[in-house]
């Protein structure tokens, strides 16, 4: 079946440095991937999304890069705050989303 | 605008017994899903439905239904709760299930089953 997996659960960089989150896939027939934030006790928030006809795409410190040749994507986050800290999912959408386990960012003062 | 809003925040469920979890969204969007979230896991879809007067299966619908009310509302039941039910429950919406079309989520409800 198909998945969407991320390489580490947990993340943890220093405040103002660049944090990048990793994201697999294996349906490559998704047309479309989103990034979400979900902050603890709340409902995931949207971040970002890309096409799969794009390679990059760039929102406020946000920046998601799409490999499809290795089924890949990623979330950078430019000069990481506190309140980056949060559990970011990658998603495969269309019909019926498919969402990662998620990783755990943490922002170390 | 409210968005997304979920009721209850919270419930206490003895194995065995009925409940329903209510969803309503001001977007006045189409399409409205149902999700799982299990501790240390992503969301899993329950139901959804494409648009009023249609519902779907989604990947865990096992031991759930679901009524679209009218395009505003989207309720959960559980007709016979089991403790592997305990987890919180996403409610989302978007204004299509078409790629592009970003999904509002409500708050939560965390649900637990003894």
């Known amino acids: 079946g198909e998945s969407v997996g991320l390489h580490l659960p947990t993340l943890s960089v220093q405040e103002g440095d660049n944090s990048i989150i990793n994201c697999a896939y294996s349906?490559?027939?998704?047309?479309?991937f989103i990034w979400y934030k979900q902050e603890s006790g709340k409902g995931p928030q949207f971040i970002i999304d890309?096409?799969?006809?794009?390679d990059k795409r760039q929102g406020q410190r946000v920046t998601v890069l799409l490999n499809k040749t290795v089924k890949h994507l990623s979330l950078q986050i430019a000069a990481t705050q506190p309140g980056d800290s949060a559990v970011y999912f990658c998603?495969?959408?269309?019909?019926?989303?498919?969402f990662g386990p998620g990783t755990r960012l943490s922002v170390l003062p | 605008n409210a968005g997304v809003t979920q009721t209850p925040k919270f419930q206490v469920l003895k194995t065995g017994q009925s409940m329903t979890l209510q969803c309503a969204q001001d977007?006045?969007?189409?399409?409205m899903y149902w999700y799982r979230q299990d501790p240390g896991m992503g969301l899993r879809l329950i139901y959804y439905?494409?648009?009023?007067?249609?519902?779907d299966k989604g990947e865990v619908p096992n031991g759930y239904n679901v009524s679209r009310l009218n395009k505003r509302e989207f309720s959960l039941r559980l007709e016979s709760a089991a403790p592997s039910q305990t987890s919180v429950y996403f409610c989302?919406?978007?204004?299509?299930?078409?790629?592009?079309?970003?999904?509002?989520f409500g708050p939560g409800t965390r649900l637990t089953v003894l």
């Open positions: 977007m006045n969007h189409n399409s």
């Open positions: 998603a495969r959408g269309g019909q019926n989303f498919v």
């Open positions: 439905s494409a648009s009023e007067g249609t519902t």
């Open positions: 989302a919406s978007s204004e299509s299930l078409q790629g592009g079309n970003e999904q509002f």
């Open positions: 349906n490559s027939a998704s047309d479309y």
């Open positions: 890309i096409r799969s006809n794009m």
